[in-house]
Nanobody
Framework: QVQLVESGGGLVQAGGSVTLSCAVS????????MGWFRQAPGKEREFVAA????????NYADSVKGRFTISRDMAKNTGYLQMNSLKAEDTAVYYC?????????????????????WGQGTQVTVSS
């Protein structure tokens, strides 16, 4: 059974930092690119960041470039999203996704349609 479990969300003040984690089980972690998406109330889910399975290539939404960093720990089967300089507009439910890449290079996708598996989401609320 494939599971992606996000954690680390909560309430944080504007300008603060938080790190989200995504623990993956039930798949060969090293064969999947990982991505983070978010959905704010009344809005569609949007791309935040993605990383290739080797970790050598990343992709960020313009709105988070320079503030957020995506990474992964192969030994722990866990992905991370470090979020700094948080703004009120970063308030959303954050989801991690897994996109099968196999052993070949596959670009870190910004399209949610490319992700086969998703976590349940974790709420991040930034107070201004």
């Amino acid at each position: 059974q494939v599971q992606l479990v996000e954690s680390g969300g909560g309430l944080v003040q504007a300008g603060g930092s938080v790190t989200l984690s995504c623990a993956v089980s039930g798949v060969t972690f090293s064969r999947y690119n990982m991505g983070w998406f978010r959905q704010a109330p009344g809005k569609e889910r949007e791309f935040v960041a993605a990383i290739t399975w080797r970790g050598g290539s990343t992709n960020y939404a313009d709105s988070v470039k320079g503030r957020f960093t995506i990474s992964r720990d192969m030994a722990k089967n866990t992905g991370y999203l470090q979020m700094n300089s948080l703004k009120a507009e970063d308030t959303a439910v954050y989801y991690c996704g897994a996109d099968y890449a196999g052993s070949a290079y596959r670009p870190a996708s910004s399209s949610g349609l490319d992700y086969e598996y998703w976590g349940q989401g974790t709420q991040v609320t930034v107070s201004s």
